[in-house]
């Protein structure tokens, strides 16, 4: 598989409240240029969450797209999704590597830390993310996170960066030009007007940057 590199779309249950809301905004994503996509769904709700993880990986495929779960590896598993994105408080990143193979994509929050994020690099993460660069909607109350961390990773570290936290089309090539592989969005992409358009403007900042 390519290095990871570009846009990271998460989804949001409060911005695609149904099914075929969820499919009709990611796929507008996917046709705009984004090249990985988090199913998050923080609800108790089994069914639901396999039946829409099982859909979103069918449209990915559609589009050369790689599918990771939030925090699930039973669901990754389940799901047939590539791979899993983990917290700081959801699940050792080794652990997950044992269950979901060797060719699992394997992500890790690590914050503001730069030791976290050698620490999921030695258990088997293959990327990290850091984060919050900017005020975020999602997660309101995140450690901010300097600049600074990303030029440091990109120096030390092995694997795509994903930068988090805030970023939107007018900030995010302060942090690709730093060195964050990817950028990780949620609102500034899907709450967009124009879906489709706003994703290629951020896929088109990784062309140029």
Known sequence: MTRLHGLYGLTDAKLMPTDIAMLEQVEAALKGGMRLLQYRDKSHDHEQRLRQA??????????????????????????????????????????AREYLGKQALIGQTCHDRLELAHHAIRQGADHVAFGAFFPSLTKPGATPAPLGLLQEARA??????????????????????????????????????????????????????
């Open 54 to 95: 099982r859909a979103l990986l069918d449209l990915c495929r559609q589009y050369d797209c790689p599918l990771l779960i939030n925090d699930d590896v039973e669901l990754a598993q389940a799901s047939g999704a590539d791979g899993v994105h983990l917290g700081q408080q959801d699940g050792c990143v080794a652990a």
């Open 156 to 209: 030390q570290l092995d694997v795509p960066v994903v930068a988090i936290g805030g970023i939107s089309v007018d900030n995010a090539a302060t942090v690709i030009e730093a060195g964050a592989d990817l950028v990780a969005v949620v609102h500034a992409l899907f709450a967009a007007d124009d879906i489709e358009r706003q994703a290629n403007r951020f896929a088109q900042q990784f062309q140029i940057s």
